[in-house]
């Protein structure tokens, strides 16, 4: 009897038995793995396999990999993490290409493989696979953006890749344990560990914390439709999972999220495409869970809403976006357009899918009866019980930014904003429209019965979303925000611009270092290069008749004096006879008699022999 | 505006109106915690979603607009030929 079946093990063995399969029959088993994966986590959760809390190991080298810790932390990841796969995989389950589905099981697996990783080593395996299986669903795309970006994208995660196992080792030499635990972060005596850095960078980096978060905006909306669906949970979710169990309460990581939640509205009013925007407000919204991670303290009541506020607002946040990222990825597919300059008045083909796209938008916005009412307000609860107030002013702000950008512009400026539509439009395929239909059920489901979720969450839920006041402020702020939007919506239509953000500076690099390539290094090549044929061919000239060039190269040097000492006129005849002298080189050879030759094969082996008795000296 | 909108927009406004006097009714019969100063004022939420609104726009515009937004073909000219996308 098998004691434990890892779940991302489902998905990733899975994944190769895909393109043994045809037609329905392939669509069935694509949507039958997550399927058994929610069976499988749903058995574990009931201890079926082994209690929950016990550890499945794996010894390896010498040590015990941990490759099944499960705990309540893990399986409220874990069962968004399959949920949403089942979505997303329905939304892109007319793909024909195989290799697409591939490389999507491959990212869900290897993400819950992180998910369950006990130990540092195990975490970096799945880490690094997650980030290879996530490139190709952005090279699938196959456009010349999309390569580029997803290059940019890989480079970023290699960085990141690289601090971690960097970490990993410093941290394993200095405590000599591999356990994901939490990170040493300095203390009454000692510094900050440079391993727990390494280790923390590697995590912000996936988290897409500024000002190293240009590779989530830059690759993301380059995807492919449904694979941009799928980027859009796994890698930043995971992140705020191992900041979680790695870095809880670090006061530096509120502040952090604080100013991700507001840098990514900043940038999604500039926004002309609509995933880019969307991709955007990932960032804004993870703000959220990194500020609710930096607030965890432990042992203390708002700590744990911070926790607690953190992986709800990820398990909701996971539904909306995807839920967002199909409604834009619809759009893209239909109309082959992403530029809200070039979009406008859809609402007359696209119904449907503006309403499922707006379920997602008012949860994201955080409007009571959705799912993000009931997970945000828990982490700006937790920033007003810790008495942080300008946290709590910006978390409030981004709120507003939210509901401007995905609630409001989007939306306006694709379905309506024009009276005619730009161009002939349809509803998607009806797989799309049902992945949809049940995310955005989800979403809601969510939002009035919240119980489901908070139950799942590892400490004791004491907070009551639908409180008066709560409804009644979010509703204010959101209202009003309506308000200001209308008066101003001028000014908010797309402008054909891109916006400049951080990765500027390696975009930037690479051209310089390409430049210096080119043009400095390239003279500096030549010109060497012309020297050393300058010398070679002197050489080459000479021995072809060294007495004559001797010769030659005297006379030269004779007519270098006359000039400067004569007339010029007898310089000039005697110029005139070098001229011919060059011409006629190299002439007849001098004959050599044999004696001759001896003479000098003699001359080179003394040569020899004086460098052959200096040497042995 | 065609008469539908305006009866939504009728409708909105009077949603707003509502959870304005909602807020009020809160304030003084429900008595919530109270975590910062700004909270004890009953349309607090209103006042700050219309101006946070405003300032989003008008500031991310104006930091667009002087500094970060940039012709669609920017990082494909070769160096010297960039120019402001505005």
Known sequence: ?617 | MTGRMKSLFRVLYGCLFLSLVAGIWVHFYLHPEVHFFWEAFPAFSALYGFIGCVVIIMGSKAIGHYWLQKREDYYEKPKGKQREGK
């Open chain 1, 1 to 617: 009897m098998i004691d434990w079946f890892h779940p991302g093990l489902i998905y990733i063995l899975g994944a190769f038995l895909i393109p043994l399969f045809r037609g329905t029959i392939k669509k069935g088993y694509l949507l039958l793995l997550p399927v058994l994966a929610l069976i499988n986590l749903l058995l574990m959760s009931k201890g079926v396999f082994s209690p929950e809390g016990k550890e499945w190991i794996l010894p390896f080298l010498g040590y015990d990999l941990i490759l099944g810790r499960v705990d309540k932390l893990s399986m409220v990841f874990a069962y968004v993490f399959v949920i949403a796969s089942f979505c997303m995989m329905l939304y892109a389950i007319h793909i024909k290409e195989e290799g697409q589905h591939v490389a999507a099981y491959l990212y869900v697996g290897s993400t819950l493989g992180v998910v369950f990783a006990g130990d540092l080593f195990t975490l970096f395996f799945f880490w690094e696979v997650m980030a290879w299986s996530a490139l190709y669903l952005i090279w699938y795309r196959k456009t010349k953006a999309a390569y580029g970006a997803g290059l940019r994208y890989i480079l970023v995660h290699f960085f990141g890749g690289l601090c971690l196992l960097g970490g990993i080792l410093l941290h394993f030499h200095a405590t000599g344990s591999i356990a994901l635990e939490t990170f040493p972060w300095g203390g009454e005596s000692s510094g900050i560990p440079l391993s727990s850095v390494l280790i923390l960078l590697a995590f912000v980096i996936n988290a897409a914390v500024p000002p190293l978060h240009a590779w989530l905006s830059d690759a993301y909306p380059e995807a492919t439709v449904t694979g941009a669906v799928f980027l859009t949970a796994f890698t930043t979710k995971s992140a705020i999972y191992v900041l979680i169990r790695g870095f809880p309460g670090l006061e530096l990581l509120i502040w952090l999220g604080a100013i991700m939640a507001v840098y990514g509205v900043v940038f999604a009013v500039l926004e002309n495409d609509i995933r880019r925007l969307l991709a955007y407000h990932i960032i804004s919204q993870v703000g959220y869970m990194v500020a609710g991670v930096g607030m965890g303290v432990m042992g203390t009541a708002a700590g744990e809403m911070a926790i607690n506020g953190a992986m709800a607002h990820a398990f909701c946040h996971i539904l909306y976006k995807a839920l967002l990222f199909m409604g834009a990825g619809a759009v893209l597919e239909v109309t082959g357009r992403s530029k809200l300059t070039e979009l406008g008045g859809l609402y007359r083909y696209m119904p449907i899918t503006f309403h499922l796209y707006m379920v997602g938008a008012y949860s994201i916005s955080g409007f009571p009866l959705f799912n993000g009412f009931v997970s945000k307000t828990m982490v700006v609860q937790a920033s007003a019980m810790s008495h942080l107030p300008i946290i709590w002013l910006m978390l409030e702000g981004a709120s507003i930014g939210t509901f401007l950008h995905t609630g409001l512009k989007l939306p306006w400026g694709t379905w309506f904003a024009r009276e005619n539509p730009v161009c002939k439009a349809k509803e998607p395929p009806k797989n799309m429209l049902a992945a949809m239909g049940i995310t955005a059920f989800l979403c809601t489901f969510i939002g009035v019965y919240p119980k489901i979720i908070y139950d799942l969450l590892p400490y004791p839920v004491h907070y009551e979303p639908y409180a008066p006041a709560h409804v009644v402020s979010m509703s204010q702020l959101l209202g009003f925000t309506f308000i200001a939007f209308w008066l101003l919506r001028g000014k908010l239509y797309g402008e054909r611009t891109i916006t400049l953000d951080t990765d500027w500076f390696y975009r930037m690099a690479g051209k310089w270092v390409i430049w210096f390539c080119e043009k400095p290094l390239m003279t500096f090549a030549q010109f060497v290069d012309g020297k050393v044929m300058g010398v070679a061919g002197f050489f080459v000239w000479f021995s072809r008749n060294p007495a004559l060039a001797l010769h030659i190269k005297k006379e030269e040097a004779k007519l270098k004096v006359k000039r400067f000492m004569m007339s010029p006129k007898r310089a000039e005849e005697h110029a005139q006879v070098l001229v011919e002298k060059r011409k006629s080189y190299p002439g007849e050879l001098p004959k050599l008699t044999l004696g001759a030759s001896l003479v000098l094969i003699l001359l080179a082996f003394s040569l020899y022999l004086i460098l052959y008795l200096l040497m042995e000296r």
